[in-house]
Structure formats: structure tokens, C-alpha cells
């Protein structure tokens, strides 16, 4: 069964430092996602893209954070400057429709100490 | 703003009974419902979704059940298994906005032998 690829699967990062996030998201879906999950919190929207720009982004998905799908298959998430908050398991996903279940990945743990 | 709610962190059911995970949602403007299961260390996995047009929607042992005039969503799992204790999320999005899925807090179901 095609599977969304997320690597590392976890990233220590010290705080001011900057992290990319990567995903392969399934070749055949158009639409792609970053959520995230801060320990005992609930799964939390970050941002959608589609045919190369950003569809739709929380208030979480500051200037700190920016999206790349570079070269047709992977989709990157970058934090430039972390903080402390930005502890949390990150979750790729991707879809055929917008409306239909996506798929995720296994998750993102970034610790930044 | 809690949007969509799951009031019961967690639920225990002995194998072979009916698991009932609840949802309760806020926004009338929400039209589309989706499960998820996850595991621990892995991403949720999409189970079943509803249309705002449907009040039932059946996939073998998963019924999710949707009551539009009190907000009100349920997934129910017959005959439950052990294999299928895993927290379960309801997310809910909008037509209009359906790159974005508001998540519940999550539900712990544990299915004893």
C-alpha cells in the first residue's frame, strides 16, 4: 500500500536553529499537509498546499515557517529560527481530494533544546 | 475555541462488544466528518467519513453516525477488537475550506480480551 515517507523521524535541534522536515508524499495525490501534535495536545492544522502555493494556513504557520515541494516529490516544512514551543510531532500528509481521509506519515519528533 | 469536541478521553469495551466514540462540534459550517485511528509512534490512519448530506455511513465493523441538528457525530465499532485499541480522532472540515481539518482531542479506546 503507498505510503507517505517522512524523514528524519526524530531531529534534535538546538533553539535559534533552523530545521527542515521532510516528506514524500504518495506520487499520485495533488493536495499536501503539515500537522503537528505537541505532546498531550490535539493534532493541530499547520498548512495545505496545492499545484505549487499554499492553499491554506493556521495562525500557528507564522513567518518562521515555509513550505517547498523542490523538485516534484519531495514536500519540506522549515522552521527558520526555532523556540522551545516548537517541540512536537510533525506530521506529513497528502490526499487525492481535499475532502477525502488523508494519508500521513509516521511523524516528525523535533525536540529543540 | 474548541470547535471539535471529544468529551471522553477514554473508553475501555471487552472484545467482541460495541465500541461508541463520541464528537460534538461547534461549527454548523462544518459539512464533511472523518475517523482516525492512531497507534503510538505512528501517524492516524484515515478509517471512515460522513457527508453533512448523510446521517449514516457503514464500512464493515465502522458505522459513523451524524446528527446535524445537535452537532453531533459517533463512530461506532461492531464487533471490537483487540487490534483496535488506539486513540481515535473525529476531524471535521468545511467545503470551502477543505484543506484545513479541525481535530478532536482524542479518544483512548482499549478492547480487552
Known amino acids: 500500500e503507498p505510503e507517505v515517507t517522512q524523514t528524519p523521524s526524530h531531529q534534535v535541534t538546538q533553539m535559534g536553529q533552523e530545521v527542515i522536515l521532510r516528506c514524500v508524499p504518495i506520487s499520485n495525490h495533488l493536495y499536501f499537509y503539515w500537522y503537528r501534535q505537541i505532546l498531550g495536545q490535539k493534532v493541530e492544522f499547520l498548512v495545505s498546499f496545492y499545484n505549487n502555493e499554499i492553499s491554506e494556513k493556521s495562525e500557528i504557520f507564522d513567518d518562521q515557517f515555509s513550505v517547498e515541494r523542490p523538485d516534484g516529490s519531495n514536500f519540506t516544512l522549515k522552521i527558520r529560527s526555532t523556540k522551545l514551543e516548537d517541540s512536537a510531532m510533525y506530521f506529513c500528509?497528502?490526499?487525492?481530494?481535499?475532502?477525502?481521509?488523508?494519508?500521513f506519515g509516521s511523524g516528525t519528533r523535533l525536540t529543540v533544546v | 475555541d474548541q470547535q471539535v469536541k471529544q468529551n471522553s478521553p477514554s473508553l475501555s469495551v471487552q472484545e467482541g462488544r460495541i465500541s461508541i466514540l463520541n464528537c460534538d462540534y461547534t461549527n454548523s459550517m462544518f459539512d464533511y466528518f472523518l475517523w482516525y485511528k492512531k497507534y503510538p509512534a505512528e501517524g492516524p490512519t484515515f478509517l471512515i467519513s460522513?457527508?453533512?448530506?448523510?446521517d449514516k455511513n457503514e464500512d464493515g465493523r465502522f458505522t459513523v453516525f451524524l446528527n446535524k441538528s445537535a452537532k453531533h457525530l459517533s463512530l461506532h465499532i461492531v464487533p471490537s477488537q483487540p487490534g483496535d485499541s488506539a486513540v481515535y480522532f473525529c476531524a471535521a472540515t468545511t467545503n470551502t475550506n477543505a484543506g484545513k481539518s479541525t481535530f478532536g482531542d482524542g479518544t483512548t479506546l482499549t478492547v480487552k480480551p
Open positions: 460522513i457527508s453533512s448530506i448523510k
Open positions: 500528509a497528502s490526499s487525492v481530494e481535499t475532502v477525502y481521509g488523508y494519508t
